[in-house]
Protein backbone atom coordinates (compact mmCIF):
# COMPACT_ATOMS: atom_id res chain seq x y z
CA UNK A 1 0.00 0.00 0.00
CA UNK A 2 1.16 3.42 -1.10
CA UNK A 3 1.67 6.02 2.04
CA UNK A 4 2.29 9.69 0.95
CA UNK A 5 3.58 12.01 3.75
CA UNK A 6 3.93 15.80 3.24
CA UNK A 7 5.15 18.07 5.66
CA UNK A 8 7.46 21.18 6.51
CA UNK A 9 4.34 24.13 6.05
CA UNK A 10 4.51 27.38 8.06
CA UNK A 11 4.29 30.88 7.48
CA UNK A 12 7.33 34.00 6.13
CA UNK A 13 7.83 37.04 5.66
CA UNK A 14 8.70 37.59 1.66
CA UNK A 15 12.12 36.57 0.87
CA UNK A 16 12.18 33.68 3.76
CA UNK A 17 12.58 30.37 3.15
CA UNK A 18 10.67 27.08 3.81
CA UNK A 19 11.86 22.88 3.02
CA UNK A 20 8.79 21.10 2.53
CA UNK A 21 8.90 16.84 3.32
CA UNK A 22 7.77 14.43 1.35
CA UNK A 23 8.04 10.98 2.26
CA UNK A 24 6.14 8.18 -0.16
CA UNK A 25 6.41 4.11 0.31
CA UNK A 26 5.02 1.12 -0.51
CA UNK A 27 6.21 0.89 -4.67
CA UNK A 28 6.21 -1.88 -6.09
CA UNK A 29 8.64 -0.40 -8.78
CA UNK A 30 11.65 1.56 -8.20
CA UNK A 31 10.69 3.97 -10.52
CA UNK A 32 8.53 6.88 -9.19
CA UNK A 33 7.48 10.44 -10.04
CA UNK A 34 7.37 12.67 -7.27
CA UNK A 35 5.62 16.01 -7.54
CA UNK A 36 4.81 19.15 -5.72
CA UNK A 37 1.80 20.67 -6.49
CA UNK A 38 0.05 23.95 -5.07
CA UNK A 39 -3.71 25.14 -4.51
CA UNK A 40 -4.28 28.97 -3.38
CA UNK A 41 -8.16 29.78 -2.32
CA UNK A 42 -10.11 30.19 -5.76
CA UNK A 43 -7.46 28.82 -7.91
CA UNK A 44 -6.84 25.70 -9.78
CA UNK A 45 -3.86 23.24 -8.17
CA UNK A 46 -0.76 23.73 -10.21
CA UNK A 47 2.12 21.67 -10.59
CA UNK A 48 5.24 23.53 -8.97
CA UNK A 49 7.60 20.88 -9.27
CA UNK A 50 8.58 17.41 -10.24
CA UNK A 51 11.37 14.93 -9.35
CA UNK A 52 11.65 11.25 -10.84
CA UNK A 53 13.86 8.42 -9.53
CA UNK A 54 16.29 8.25 -12.21
CA UNK A 55 17.58 11.92 -10.82
CA UNK A 56 15.53 13.82 -13.54
CA UNK A 57 13.51 17.20 -11.78
CA UNK A 58 11.69 20.38 -13.69
CA UNK A 59 10.20 23.02 -12.25
CA UNK A 60 7.89 25.32 -13.14
CA UNK A 61 8.57 28.97 -14.18
CA UNK A 62 7.10 30.69 -11.61
CA UNK A 63 9.78 28.75 -8.98
CA UNK A 64 12.41 28.30 -11.23
CA UNK A 65 15.78 29.12 -9.76
CA UNK A 66 14.17 29.67 -6.48
CA UNK A 67 13.01 26.16 -5.69
CA UNK A 68 15.28 23.11 -5.22
CA UNK A 69 15.15 19.31 -4.96
CA UNK A 70 17.09 17.21 -2.62
CA UNK A 71 16.43 13.36 -1.55
CA UNK A 72 17.64 11.30 1.37
CA UNK A 73 17.23 7.80 0.14
CA UNK A 74 17.46 6.01 2.96
CA UNK A 75 14.70 7.70 4.39
CA UNK A 76 12.99 7.45 0.54
CA UNK A 77 12.17 11.49 1.86
CA UNK A 78 12.08 13.99 -1.34
CA UNK A 79 12.67 17.64 0.23
CA UNK A 80 11.75 20.68 -1.48
CA UNK A 81 13.45 24.09 -0.62
CA UNK A 82 11.77 27.22 -1.15
CA UNK A 83 13.52 30.70 -1.41
CA UNK A 84 13.37 33.57 -2.13
CA UNK A 85 9.41 33.42 -0.82
CA UNK A 86 6.62 35.91 -2.21
CA UNK A 87 3.39 36.06 -1.37
CA UNK A 88 2.29 34.48 -4.31
CA UNK A 89 3.87 31.81 -3.13
CA UNK A 90 1.02 31.57 -0.66
CA UNK A 91 -0.89 28.11 -0.94
CA UNK A 92 -2.13 24.89 0.02
CA UNK A 93 1.31 22.39 -0.98
CA UNK A 94 0.68 18.95 -1.83
CA UNK A 95 2.91 16.10 -2.30
CA UNK A 96 2.09 13.42 -4.84
CA UNK A 97 3.50 10.51 -6.14
CA UNK A 98 3.31 7.99 -8.71
CA UNK A 99 5.00 4.84 -10.84
CA UNK A 100 4.31 6.54 -13.90
CA UNK A 101 5.55 9.99 -14.40
CA UNK A 102 2.78 12.19 -15.86
CA UNK A 103 4.27 15.35 -16.09
CA UNK A 104 3.32 18.27 -14.00
CA UNK A 105 -0.53 17.69 -14.40
CA UNK A 106 -2.62 16.94 -11.00
CA UNK A 107 -5.03 13.91 -13.06
CA UNK A 108 -1.82 12.09 -13.49
CA UNK A 109 -1.03 11.12 -10.46
CA UNK A 110 -2.90 8.40 -7.87
CA UNK A 111 -1.23 8.67 -4.68
CA UNK A 112 -1.53 12.23 -2.42
CA UNK A 113 -0.20 13.61 0.92
CA UNK A 114 -3.00 15.24 2.98
CA UNK A 115 -1.10 18.85 2.06
CA UNK A 116 0.86 21.55 4.29
CA UNK A 117 -0.46 25.36 4.54
CA UNK A 118 2.15 27.54 3.10
CA UNK A 119 1.34 31.32 3.94
CA UNK A 120 3.70 34.14 3.09
CA UNK A 121 3.27 37.58 4.09
CA UNK A 122 4.18 40.73 2.75
Known amino acids: QVHVVDSGGGSVQAGGSLRLSCAAS????????IVWFRQAPGKQREGVAL???????TYADSVQGRFTFSQDNAKNTVYLQMNSLKPEDTAMYYC????????????????WGQGTQVTVSS
Open 96 to 111: AADPFCGGLSPENYRY
Open 51 to 57: IASNGYS
Open 26 to 33: GFTYSHNC
